[in-house]
T-cell receptor
Framework: ETGVTQTPRHLVMGMTNKKSLKCEQHLGHNAMYWYKQSAKKPLELMFVYSLEERVENNSVPSRFSPECPNSSHLFLHLHTLQPEDSALYLC?????????????FGEGSRLTVL | AQKVTQAQTEISVVEKEDVTLDCVYETRDTTYYLFWYKQPPSGELVFLIRRNSFDEQNEISGRYSWNFQKSTSSFNFTITASQVVDSAVYFCALSEARPDKLIFGTGTRLQVFP
């Protein structure tokens, strides 16, 4: 079992749907992250949570809404998305929110918006 | 401004060849960290190495080696005697003491053929 688990692995949704991506980490880490990976673009940091508190929102549109109910779970709620939001969404965790720590990533949720 | 450039989009080699993946970074900070991550077809990014800006010693780990040169702002990664299992996308990343987030390059896709 990987340390960071993401579900679903694949998701297809229409622009008017509401869906959620789930991330769970089994590593006892205190910080969790959402990254967006689009083709031929660098990974983009979307949100950072430290001890369940959102500490960074990297100018992400409001159609993406994160939720961190506890230090082990992180959600990304999706509504009224656009086709350009189609991407691989990666969740990661780290022991602490620092520049020196390594990130542990999940396998990602591949989102297709029709 | 922080930036990471991986000029090689895709590299193809035959098994047992040596291959070097280039990474050039830009930062104004004197304290920073450099990373390499591997993304196999399964999707999750796997941490390979972290170097801080005060340690320019080259590092070797098995078939992997890293060459950090501050004079040219480069942090190159060499795989010796490549194997098919090395096929993946490799990302170079930079983080500064503040803000504490990773800036990724666009990645280099390595294909190793038998």
């Amino acid at each position: 079992e990987t340390g960071v688990t993401q579900t679903p692995r694949h998701l297809v949704m229409g622009m008017t749907n509401k869906k959620s991506l789930k991330c769970e980490q089994h590593l006892g880490h205190n910080a969790m992250y959402w990254y967006k990976q689009s083709a031929k673009k660098p990974l983009e940091l979307m949100f950072v949570y430290s001890l369940e508190e959102r500490v960074e929102n990297n100018s992400v549109p409001s159609r993406f809404s994160p939720e961190c109910p506890n230090s082990s779970h992180l959600f990304l709620h999706l509504h009224t998305l656009q086709p350009e939001d189609s991407a691989l969404y990666l969740c990661a965790s780290s022991q602490h929110r620092t520049a020196t720590g390594e990130l542990f990533f999940g396998e990602g949720s591949r989102l297709t918006v029709l | 401004a922080q930036k990471v450039t991986q000029a090689q989009t895709e590299i193809s080699v035959v098994e047992k060849e040596d291959v070097t993946l280039d990474c050039v970074y830009e930062t104004r900070d004197t304290t920073y960290y450099l990373f390499w991550y591997k993304q196999p077809p399964s999707g999750e990014l796997v941490f390979l190495i972290r170097r801080n800006s005060f340690d320019e010693q080259n590092e070797i780990s098995g078939r992997y080696s890293w060459n950090f040169q501050k004079s040219t702002s480069s942090f190159n990664f060499t795989i010796t005697a490549s194997q098919v299992v090395d096929s993946a996308v490799y990302f170079c990343a930079l983080s500064e003491a503040r803000p504490d987030k990773l800036i990724f390059g666009t990645g280099t896709r390595l294909q190793v053929f038998p």
